[in-house]
């Protein structure tokens, strides 16, 4: 840690006890309700806890004390209910507060992970918090038809952004009423939509933390949650009987998936120089699927051969597909839509096949069926199981009007249509993607992020697509002293896959915001096997032997073996200019104006969406549902 570092932090700790008149522990029973501007606290509970099992972000085990507290907010009538928990140090032998706040992000459709994001924080001193954004933690997102349109509304808008600025409230007033004093420093730490709550904080709310560190963010919400259901329209374009539910049996079994992967690596792994099962320039890997057309394979009914198979030959349909997959959307005219996965990433989640049918990604079907085809039609019921995408009559009624088909994701023009009617709709309030950052910049803030290469989820170019856009907007290096994406070859979304990923990006966050020091690269390790059981990159277990280290590079720079030495080492490996890549054309604005400054009640929603800066139809379709 450095020295400056102490000295903050011992100032700190005398400022909280000068000032604090009683223990925190004794004042965790104390605490009362927080003010947060436009909500109404409910009821506040709060109460120490002691000798709790936690796991560091190390990986190893320590016992913490802690105030453990929880508020209850909701909004004007809306009726929503969310639950900020925040865990904050007793300052005792085994928990000491080092003087900080984290707030931390969720995952899918939860906004906050609670004890197993809160558990790394306080074991490493931070006064912590989790939010639930009204929508709770199963998984999915709650629209059930029994709820107003108005509860509807007022959870995506939390969900969205609303709620992570709340927990950011909530959490410094707790700090301050047990410590008596103001963090030092606030982060936040998120990654996939922990990571795209962090983008969205630099945009929405810029003096809300001095750090945010944002992994494999899933930011362009709207874009990328219908991108995602492209591999599952590739499958039905090649394959029109393959929705799901269907009985025709298994097509592109996964093991036909498993040869392309494997035709991907034996083509690409190596142009780096270094044979290690990781793609560092997946920008070069040109393969071509069509080379295994013809080609026989093993594959047993449990990959998806069929009953009885042995083996399964690939077909040009099968090549059609991977290769679509590749490419990502495009429309009917062939022009592209979003980016697609990079070479090296399997697809096995987004392209889910078996002898069911096959299925889109679980989380992209619920945004399609909960959000895209019923939110804006009033009549809508939402009560279809997210899975089967069932329309409801009236949804299929107007994708009719637009497309000979019926089925939602059939072909390019059906998709094409999901994919704007998302990005129409949705972009004003989830996208996430103003690249705009100079009030962020100006509040002195810093945004560390990274990105897997081998992302099988959120496409890494869209992250990228994003920092470019911020350094046409802002100036490359200006952007370069606050806002920071590195790229992490071979590694998968928010870890695992085969390449390194960052051993401790929070600590190289807290000296760049406190110490000054910009990281230039990002160490990071690939763990033994043995290792990986139980641990992600930011919770590997420490003491077993590293088999690969990185150092990895920032965008736009890319990482080039040196030509000798241990490749599997970070100091054979060396970060050059990189080529700049092709950003996609936006095609509706981006959201400029917050539409989250929400008055209580319905009219203080409409009020904020007439004013916002937004397409004409995406006001008019959501004013349609309240
Ligand atoms: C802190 O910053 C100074 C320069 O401002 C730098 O020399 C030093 O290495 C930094 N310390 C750490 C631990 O990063
Ligand atoms: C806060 O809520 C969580 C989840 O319901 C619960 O486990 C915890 O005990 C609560 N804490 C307090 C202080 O009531
Ligand atoms: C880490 O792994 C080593 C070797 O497998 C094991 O001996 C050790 O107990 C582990 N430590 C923790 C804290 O899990
Ligand atoms: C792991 O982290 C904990 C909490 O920060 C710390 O006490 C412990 O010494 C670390 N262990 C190792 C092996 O780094
Ligand atoms: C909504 O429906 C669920 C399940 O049918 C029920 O448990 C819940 O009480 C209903 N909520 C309201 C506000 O009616
Ligand atoms: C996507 O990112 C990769 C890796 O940086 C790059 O090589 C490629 O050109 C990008 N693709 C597009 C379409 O911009
Ligand atoms: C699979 O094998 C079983 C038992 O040998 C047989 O009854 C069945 O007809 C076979 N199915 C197919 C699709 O060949
Ligand atoms: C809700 O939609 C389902 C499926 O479309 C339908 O079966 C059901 O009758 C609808 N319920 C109401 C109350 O409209
Ligand atoms: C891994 O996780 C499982 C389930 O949570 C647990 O039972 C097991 O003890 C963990 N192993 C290690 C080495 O931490
Ligand atoms: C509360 O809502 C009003 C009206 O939309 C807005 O102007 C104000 O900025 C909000 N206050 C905060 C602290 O968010």
Avoid at 89 to 97: A, R
Avoid at 234 to 245: V, Y
């Amino acid at each position: 840690m450095p020295r400056t570092l102490f000295a903050v932090l011992a100032t700190a700790v005398a400022a909280v006890s000068a000032q604090g008149a009683t223990s925190p522990a004794t004042g965790c029973a104390a605490l009362t309700a927080p003010t947060v501007a436009n909500a109404t606290v409910l009821n506040i509970q709060a109460a120490a806890r002691t000798a709790v099992p936690v796991r560091a972000t190390n990986g190893t085990l320590a016992s913490v004390s802690f105030c453990d507290v929880n508020v209850t907010l909701t909004h004007g009538t809306a009726g929503d209910r969310v639950r900020v928990q925040v865990w904050l140090p007793l300052n005792d032998d085994t928990t000491k507060w080092n003087g900080r706040f984290q707030a931390t992000g969720g995952s899918g459709f939860e906004a906050g992970l609670f004890a197993s994001a809160l558990g790394p924080a306080v074991a490493g001193g931070y006064a912590a918090a989790s939010t639930d954004a009204g929508v709770g933690i199963t998984g999915s997102f709650p629209v059930q038809a029994n709820t107003t349109s108005a509860l509807t509304i007022q959870l995506l808008v939390n969900f969205a952004s609303l709620s992570v600025h709340e927990m950011a409230v909530v959490g410094k007033a707790l700090v301050q009423q047990l410590y008596g004093t103001a963090p030092v420093k606030s982060y936040f730490t998120g990654c996939s939509t922990g990571g795209r709550q962090g983008y969205m904080e630099a945009q929405r709310y810029p003096t809300d933390f001095d750090g945010i560190l944002s992994a494999s963010p899933a930011i362009n919400w709207d874009r990328l949650l219908a991108a995602m259901l492209w591999p599952f329209s590739a499958i039905q374009q090649q394959f029109p009987s393959a929705a799901a539910g269907s009985t025709t049996g298994t097509v592109v079994p996964q093991c036909v998936l498993d040869a392309f992967q494997g035709g991907v690596v034996s083509a690409c792994d190596a142009l780096d120089g270094v044979k290690d099962g990781i793609v560092t320039q997946p920008g070069a890997c040109s393969f071509d699927p069509t080379t295994l057309v013809g080609k026989g394979i093993a594959c047993s009914a449990a990959q998806g051969g069929g009953k009885n198979a042995t083996s399964v030959t690939i077909t040009a349909a099968d090549a059609a597909v991977f290769s679509k997959i590749l490419a990502g959307p495009a429309d009917p005219t062939g022009k592209s839509l979003w980016y697609g996965l990079l070479p090296g990433a399997t697809p096995d989640l987004l392209a889910s096949t078996s002898e069911a049918g096959t299925a889109p990604f679980s989380l992209a079907a619920t945004w399609l069926n909960n959000f895209v085809l019923a939110l804006n039609d009033p009549r809508s019921n939402f009560s279809s199981p997210a899975s089967t995408l069932q329309l409801t009559r009236s949804a299929r009624h107007r994708l009719s009007k637009k497309s000979a088909d019926t089925t939602a994701l059939a072909n390019a023009q059906a998709f094409t249509n999901v994919f704007q009617q998302s990005q129409s709709m949705f972009d004003v309030i989830i996208g996430t993607d103003n690249p705009d950052l100079s009030a962020f910049q100006a509040a002195g803030g810093k945004l560390l992020s990274w990105h897997g290469l081998a992302d099988q989820l959120v496409f890494p170019n869209g992250t990228l697509d994003y920092i470019q856009r911020t350094m046409d907007l802002m100036d490359a290096s200006a952007v370069d002293d606050f806002f920071r994406v590195f790229v992490a070859p071979g590694v998968q979304h928010c870890g695992g896959g085969p390449g390194a990923a960052p051993s401790n990006p929070l600590t190289q966050l807290v000296q760049w915001v406190e110490n000054g020091t910009a990281p230039d690269t990002l160490p990071a390790v690939k763990f033994t096997a043995t290792a990986g059981v139980n641990s992600t990159a930011s919770s590997a277990n420490s003491t077993t032997p590293a088999v690969i280290t990185r150092n990895l590079c920032r965008y736009p720079q890319m990482m080039v073996y040196a030509g000798s030495g241990d490749g599997s080492q970070a100091d054979s490996w060396t970060c050059v200019a990189g080529p700049n890549q092709q950003v996609i054309e936006q095609t509706t604005p981006s959201e400029t104006t917050p539409l989250v400054a929400l008055t209580s009640g319905v009219e203080g929603r409409m009020v904020s969406l007439k004013s916002a800066v937004v397409a004409a139809s995406a006001v008019a379709a959501l004013l349609a549902v309240l």
